[in-house]
């Protein structure tokens, strides 16, 4: 009904655009997990099908939005890293996070079977919050993608002497608590070798340096550079990026996804995919 006396409402509606040419990073967290985690019995500290659905459903999620070039997960969160250059839903802050939280959610649920065929999902059912951070440059970029790692490295190095304690070790919480109070990571990895014969080098990558998951398309060739360009053109170029864009984007939903436990803290990774980081370092 256009133009009716009450449109002026919408006169009353806020949102905010995102910088341009900024990384857009939003960061989904699963919602009172530790609760959740009990009532489905995941394993401690890691359950392989807990991590394995994360993964499944972040893949799934950046098959549906092409601009994800690359993600980052561990625990019960994942981060998104759309291109630079994206200009997906003109960047409005509000649709790009819903879109992602609400997309992520739905798979989680949709695939939770696959993992566990035998826990029925029942309410409260899982739920994710979501925020979104924009990164200036790429080594911004990098530096939030290493205190992620750092993280999981660091809870998990704690979670699996915590566990060991306490499931091999015969103490209690407040006891193995007590025991890692202050610890350095050598005196963790000294108490998993010593006490438990267990070489923390040794433990599952996926457990010790989380997941990355990105999109391997190889867009440094010329005919990308132009969808590269920054947000701000003339028509001219808008015109020749139409079909560079249109290329691009076809490119992306055709390039395959891969999975890796690695070290994204040292630049080899990121060496070797320059298509991940592009525009100023
Ligand atoms: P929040 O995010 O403030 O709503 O609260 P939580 O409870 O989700 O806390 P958070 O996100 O800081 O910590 C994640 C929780 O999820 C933590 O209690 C451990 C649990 N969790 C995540 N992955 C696993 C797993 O693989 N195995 C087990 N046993 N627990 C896990
Ligand atoms: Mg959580
Ligand atoms: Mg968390
Ligand atoms: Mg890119
Ligand atoms: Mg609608």
Not at 30 to 56: C, I, T, V
Not at 167 to 178: F, I, L, P
């Amino acid at each position: 009904m256009a133009n009716s006396k009450y449109e002026y409402v919408k006169t009353f509606e806020q949102s905010t655009t995102l910088l341009p040419d900024t990384y857009m990073t939003v960061r989904i967290d699963g919602r009172g997990f530790h609760k959740l985690s009990a009532k489905y019995k995941f394993e401690k500290p890691n359950d392989r099908h807990a991590l394995e659905l994360m993964n499944a459903a972040a893949t799934a999620m950046m098959k549906e939005l092409p601009d994800i070039d690359c993600a980052y997960g561990e625990s019960d969160e994942f981060s998104f890293i759309f291109d630079r250059s994206s200009r997906l839903f003109e960047r409005r802050e509000s649709k790009i996070l819903t879109t992602v939280v609400s997309t992520f959610t739905s798979y989680y649920i949709h695939l939770w079977s696959d993992f566990f065929a035998d826990k029925p999902l029942s309410p409260p059912m899982p739920t994710f919050d979501g925020r979104v951070v924009l990164y200036p440059s790429s080594s911004t970029l990098r530096d939030y993608m290493s205190w992620r790692q750092v993280d999981c490295h660091i809870n998990n190095l704690y979670n699996t002497t915590f566990w060991a304690l306490v499931q091999n070790g015969g103490m209690d919480a407040t006891q193995a608590e007590e025991r890692l109070k202050g610890t350095m990571a050598s005196e963790k990895n000294e108490i998993l070798f010593c006490e438990f014969k267990m070489n923390y080098n040794n433990e599952a990558d996926m457990f010790k340096k989380g997941s990355i998951i990105y999109r391997d398309c190889d867009t440094s060739s010329s005919d990308s550079q132009e969808a590269h360009a920054p947000a701000v053109f003339n028509s001219e170029q808008s015109e020749m990026s139409k079909t560079a864009k249109k290329k691009e984007r076809r490119r992306r939903a055709q390039a395959s996804i891969t999975i890796e436990h690695t070290d994204i803290i040292r630049n080899e990774f990121w060496d070797q995919r320059p298509w991940l980081l592009s525009g100023p370092s």
